[in-house]
């Protein structure tokens, strides 16, 4: 028998992306490969790419050139870009970087194999098409490795919003739900090889609307039924859009055991003026109601978003008014971004923000952001939370996990397991994470 082919992965962008480079895998899993950590022994390298601003496009453009060395001193070495670079930039990546074979689009995956035996054979080949067939269903009935006690489950993809700045809806495509049947076979199968924790994503997964046994079902009905599986004991969703949030959503929060306290609901701007300009279909004031009634439900809901300065024609006072907003909704985490120009979105043709004003602008809001952070994190200190163990820790005896709130705890003198839940109480806080001892 032949040596296994190696693989390496690089994910860069959001959680889909993680989630698709280990669909890739697997499906190449099948061809016979597998997975190493460096790209110097490997046979074919993948880049899984992020478009969302233009350094994470720009970052990719210098990894390939990195690669020339390997490449010329192993010429069967095959080198593929996928993700949204590679559905944003197609042909072109090719022509600026003739190292590339292979080039797939994140709807095209479950196509990988085949792509991988003609560029074998020395074809160059591209598949950036948006197929009707649903890919994951045929990347499925792969080997059932053992897994860790988190995963995430991708239950919807692509975004029909069109904020001004955003490239998802041009690289992700229309928005679509998988059916429900699939996400909860996905989801036993995921428990089974020891998952305790599911995060379902979307880049609107509060916008889900899967086939469901008695037609199409919302995302707090999915959760309802993902709330039954057995050995399943925590769910997670990302990413909201404020104007999707239903209310049988805002009440699972209050109701639904499973789910856990952590919301992340992107506003990306506090002016009225700003976020019309950004096509957001939200206003601060129905963004500040929804938290308000968010936090009724579960008073105590950790909430996270993400943010956007320098968008064009921001002022200084557009920019003071996102400051309020934030000092309004105290926030437990948050992104922050300086506004990146992509082309072909309709913002990029609009009148920019000077840069150096963007910059300062953007360390204003997250010293403010940071300061809050910390706040809500030293808050944890002499509450008690549930643990779910991820990793041992630097010192003998020690575990790491997350608890209900996504902080990361450090517990010593820990008897427990990998995939242990267990109640701790919270001793301390320290820069990016908590420290706390088991309550038995
Ligand atoms: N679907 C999610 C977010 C997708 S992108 C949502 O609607 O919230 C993740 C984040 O990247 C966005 O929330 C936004 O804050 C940021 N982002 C997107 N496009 C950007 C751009 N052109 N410049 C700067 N930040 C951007
Ligand atoms: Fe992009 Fe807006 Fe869609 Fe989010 S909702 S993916 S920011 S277009
Ligand atoms: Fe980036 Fe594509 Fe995700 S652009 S953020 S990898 S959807």
Same mark, same amino acid.
């Given at each position: 028998m032949s040596a296994p082919k190696k693989l390496f992965i690089k994910t860069y962008g959001c959680q889909m992306n993680v989630y698709d480079s280990e669909r890739m895998a697997e499906a190449l899993g099948g061809e016979g490969y597998v997975e190493t950590?460096?790209?110097?022994?490997?046979d074919m390298i993948l880049l899984n790419t992020c478009h969302i601003r233009e350094k994470a496009a720009e970052k990719v453009y210098s990894e390939l050139g990195r690669f020339k060395g390997l490449k010329a001193e192993k010429p069967d070495l095959k080198i593929g870009v996928a993700g949204c670079v590679a559905q944003a930039e197609g042909q072109e990546i090719m022509r600026r970087q003739?190292?590339?074979?292979l080039v797939v689009g994140?709807?095209?995956?479950?196509r990988l194999p085949e792509m991988e035996a003609k560029a074998r054979e020395g074809e160059k080949v591209l598949d950036t098409d948006f197929p009707e067939e649903d890919k994951f269903e045929k990347l499925k009935n792969r080997p059932k490795a053992k897994r860790g006690p988190t995963a995430f489950l991708t239950v919807q993809e692509g975004c029909d919003? %069109?904020?001004? %700045?955003?490239?998802v809806p041009y690289t992700r495509g229309a928005e679509v739900s998988r059916p429900a049947d699939r996400i909860l076979r996905e989801a036993q199968d995921l428990v089974e090889r020891g998952v305790r924790e599911i995060t379902l994503l979307g880049q609107?997964?509060?916008a889900y609307h899967g086939a469901g046994a008695n037609g199409d079902m919302t995302l707090a009905q999915l959760i309802w039924e993902l709330d039954k599986?057995?050995?399943?004991?925590r769910i997670r969703f990302t990413t909201s859009h404020p104007n999707d949030m239903q209310d049988d959503l805002i009440e699972a929060h209050g109701?639904?055991?499973?789910?856990?306290?952590y919301l992340h609901l992107?506003?990306?701007?506090?002016?009225d003026k700003i976020l019309k300009r950004m096509n957001r279909a939200h206003t601060t004031e129905s963004y500040l109601r929804l938290i308000e009634r968010i936090r009724a439900a579960r008073p105590d809901i950790l909430i996270s978003g993400d943010f956007i300065v320098g %968008? /064009?024609?921001?002022?200084e006072a557009d920019f003071q008014a996102t400051l309020d907003l934030v000092e309004e909704v105290k926030y437990g985490t948050a992104y922050s971004f300086k506004y990146s120009t992509r082309p072909?979105? /309709?913002?990029?043709?609009r009148p920019q923000v000077d840069p150096k004003e963007a910059d300062d602008r953007l360390q204003r809001l997250q010293a403010l952001l940071t300061k809050q952070q910390r706040e809500v994190q030293d808050s944890m200190v002499g509450r008690d939370v549930t643990v779910l163990f991820e990793k041992v820790g630097r010192f003998p005896g020690q575990m790491v996990g997350k608890s209900d709130y996504l902080h990361a705890v450090h517990v010593a003198d820990c008897d427990r397991a990998i995939g242990d839940l267990a109640r701790v109480r919270i001793l301390s806080s320290g820069a990016n994470s908590l420290a706390g001892a088991l309550i038995d």
């Open positions: 950590k460096s790209p110097d022994d490997a003739p190292l590339v074979d994140p709807q095209s995956y479950h919003k %069109f904020c001004a %700045f955003c490239v609107n997964v509060n599986v057995d050995g399943l004991e109701t639904c055991a499973k789910l856990m306290p992107p506003v990306q701007a506090g002016s %968008f /064009p024609e921001e002022t072909g979105t /309709p913002a990029a043709e």
